[in-house]
């Protein structure tokens, strides 16, 4: 038997020598040896070569000893075998051409490809045979809502007005779509922990979007079926929001092992308010990597206060690392995290 990682323990709520620390978006364009591997190839190259994804994936490993990897894919990938199609535009992020708008739309999206993200599991494993079993490594995959709102969209939104639109309108479309959509996304994550992921985390950008009421009905129903059916794979499930500071118990309600919270809410005080049943991630503001080092300090040290050493804390910024943050700060997280949370 290995021994299970601090992450994992952490995961289960098992007590840990030291608080576990990794970071959301710690492959990408903050590092330079990242914008080395981008400059010849798309973001969409990079994933779909299991060898230079595991090599970007293991980029920030190396360079600021994390106790997790995340593999290096994105949200949108399989909105490609569902029929649709994906470009990344500079200073724009995802694009779907033909978004998913009508009746029609929705029927014809295919949800028997999912082997087709198979590059994904492949680069997990190369990722694993690289690790040698260091660290593990964590899937992950969108949530229903974020997902749906990307396909729907047609790409970034600010106000969500198509995707509420048939939520509000169409009821029983907005379900058939979240239905088809957990199709893809239950066997995808699947494929990812059989390739050997410790962990997923399902992404819920953009459900604070929504109020509580609507989250409730709209929404809860489809998240927790993709969290059970992911749990079913036996590994924990990470639940990632932002903005939803409201109604963190509510999210709680769809059964994630872990509670990943922003910066927008006080640490103890939202897993108070979800009676320390899950473990928590978070919750650094991702823009506190910009401030000198004392005001760092002083931030990542309040957050371990708030944890208390009590068992189930993984140490995370609240979304992922801004582009031009500075790496030696990143680092500096990492070796506070390690000096403050010894016990
Ligand atoms: O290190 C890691 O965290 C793994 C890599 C990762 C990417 N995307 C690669 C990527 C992860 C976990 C994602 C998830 C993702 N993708 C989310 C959920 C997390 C979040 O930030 O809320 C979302 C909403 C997407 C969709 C997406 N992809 C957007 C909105 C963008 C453009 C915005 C941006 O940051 O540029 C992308 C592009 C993208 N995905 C990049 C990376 C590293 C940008 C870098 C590049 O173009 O090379």
């Given at each position: 038997?290995?021994?299970?990682?601090l992450?994992?323990?952490?995961?289960?709520?098992r007590p840990?020598?030291?608080?576990?620390?990794?970071?959301?978006?710690?492959?990408?364009?903050?590092?330079?040896?990242?914008?080395?591997?981008?400059?010849?190839?798309s973001?969409?190259?990079?994933?779909?070569?299991?060898?230079?994804?595991?090599?970007?994936?293991?980029?920030?490993?190396?360079?600021l000893?994390?106790?997790?990897a995340?593999?290096?894919?994105?949200?949108?990938?399989?909105?490609?075998?569902?029929?649709l199609?994906?470009?990344f535009?500079?200073?724009?992020?995802?694009?779907?051409?033909?978004?998913?708008?009508?009746?029609?739309?929705?029927?014809?999206l295919?949800?028997?490809?999912?082997?087709?993200?198979g590059?994904?599991?492949?680069?997990?494993?190369?990722?694993r045979?690289?690790?040698?079993?260091?660290?593990?490594?964590?899937g992950?995959?969108?949530?229903?809502?974020?997902?749906?709102?990307?396909?729907?969209?047609?790409?970034?939104?600010?106000?969500f007005?198509?995707?509420?639109?048939?939520?509000?309108?169409?009821?029983?479309?907005?379900?058939?779509?979240?239905g088809?959509?957990?199709?893809?996304?239950a066997?995808?994550?699947?494929?990812?922990v059989?390739?050997?992921?410790?962990?997923?985390?399902?992404?819920?950008?953009?459900?604070?979007?929504?109020?509580?009421?609507?989250?409730?009905?709209?929404?809860?129903?489809?998240s927790?079926?993709?969290?059970?059916?992911?749990?079913?794979?036996?590994?924990?499930v990470?639940?990632?929001?932002?903005?939803?500071?409201?109604?963190?118990?509510?999210?709680?309600?769809?059964?994630?092992?872990?509670?990943?919270?922003?910066?927008?809410?006080e640490?103890?005080k939202?897993?108070?308010a979800?009676?320390?049943?899950?473990?928590?991630?978070?919750?650094?503001?991702?823009?506190?990597?910009?401030?000198?080092?004392?005001?760092?300090r002083?931030?990542?040290?309040?957050?371990?206060?708030?944890?208390?050493?009590?068992p189930?804390?993984?140490?995370?910024?609240?979304h992922?690392?801004?582009?031009?943050?500075?790496?030696?700060?990143?680092k500096?997280?990492v070796?506070?995290?390690?000096?403050?949370?010894?016990?």
């Open positions: 038997m290995i021994a299970p990682s992450f994992e323990l952490a995961c289960r709520r840990v020598a030291r608080t576990p620390v990794w970071f959301m978006r710690q492959a990408g364009r903050y590092l330079p040896e990242y914008r080395a591997v981008r400059r010849r190839r973001l969409l190259q990079i994933c779909k070569q299991p060898d230079l994804a595991a090599e970007v994936t293991l980029q920030p490993v190396d360079r000893g994390v106790d997790a995340i593999i290096f894919a994105d949200l949108l990938l399989p909105a490609e075998p569902m029929g199609r994906l470009e535009v500079a200073g724009e992020g995802p694009l779907i051409r033909n978004p998913v708008r009508s009746r029609s739309d929705v029927e014809a295919a949800t028997n490809h999912a082997a087709d993200l590059y994904v599991g492949e680069a997990i494993r190369l990722v045979r690289r690790l040698d079993r260091r660290i593990p490594v964590i992950f995959v969108g949530a229903p809502f974020t997902f749906a709102s990307y396909i729907i969209e047609g790409g970034a939104s600010r106000h007005v198509r995707t509420k639109r048939m939520m509000y309108g169409e009821p029983a479309l907005w379900n058939r779509l979240l088809k959509l957990l199709k893809v996304l066997p995808y994550a699947a494929s990812q059989r390739a050997g992921a410790a962990a997923i985390q399902v992404f819920d950008s953009w459900a604070g979007a929504l109020s509580p009421g609507d989250y409730q009905r709209y929404v809860l129903p489809h927790r079926d993709l969290i059970r059916r992911i749990g079913r794979a036996g590994v924990p990470i639940h990632f929001s932002t903005g939803v500071g409201g109604y963190y118990a509510m999210l709680d309600q769809a059964g994630a092992d872990v509670l990943s919270l922003d910066w927008r809410v640490l103890d939202a897993w108070e979800i009676g320390h049943r899950s473990a928590v991630q978070g919750n650094l503001d991702p823009a506190a990597l910009f401030a000198p080092l004392p005001e760092l002083r931030q990542v040290v309040d957050i371990l206060r708030r944890a208390g050493g009590r189930g804390h993984i140490f995370n910024l609240g992922g690392i801004l582009p031009e943050t500075p790496v030696e700060n990143v500096a997280v070796e506070m995290v390690r000096e403050f949370s010894t016990r």
